[in-house]
Structure formats: structure tokens, C-alpha cells
């Protein structure tokens, strides 16, 4: 599957630990989380990109851009 805008990705990050939660829509509201090497491979992938938290680490895919999270010390 490709991360899209009928199938966007994005990470939720846990407030009490810090731990990231990658999920892909896969159809209508079914979400799916993606496995951590899965999200390590993207984060390998990414580019940092300001944005309006700061540096963030950025994936595009099909013309869309999705932020995997912000760059620690920014």
C-alpha cells in the first residue's frame, strides 16, 4: 500500500513515554500500525523540513507530505 491522501500516515506520540506510534489508513476508518521497523526504515528515509513546530522529519509519497515527528534539540 502507498501512503497517499486516501491513505495518509501519521504518529502519535505517547505523552508518558515518548514512544511513537506510526499508523497508515488502510481503508475508510480502519487504521493500521506500522510495525517499528518499518517506521525506522522511514525515518532512515526522511528528510528534515521546517515546519511549524520546528525541524521536523518529512516523507513524501504520491505528492503528499507526512511528518513523522520533530528533531530533538529544536
Known amino acids: 500500500m502507498v501512503a ?5 500516515l501519521w504518529v502519535v506520540v505517547n505523552p508518558a513515554t515518548g514512544e511513537p ?5 488502510v481503508r475508510g476508518r480502519l487504521d493500521g ?6 517506521y525506522y ?4 528515509a526522511a528528510q528534515p523540513e521546517t ?4 525541524t ?6 504520491a505528492g503528499e ?3 513523522l515527528g520533530s528533531v530533538a534539540g529544536d
Open 4 to 8: 497517499d491522501a486516501a491513505h495518509p
Open 41 to 44: 526504515r522511514l525515518v532512515d
Open 65 to 67: 507530505r507526512f511528518v
Open 21 to 25: 506510534a506510526p499508523y497508515l489508513r
Open 51 to 54: 515546519g511549524p513546530s520546528g
Open 33 to 38: 500500525l506500522l510495525t517499528r521497523a518499518l
Open 56 to 61: 521536523e522529519l518529512v516523507v513524501y509519497s
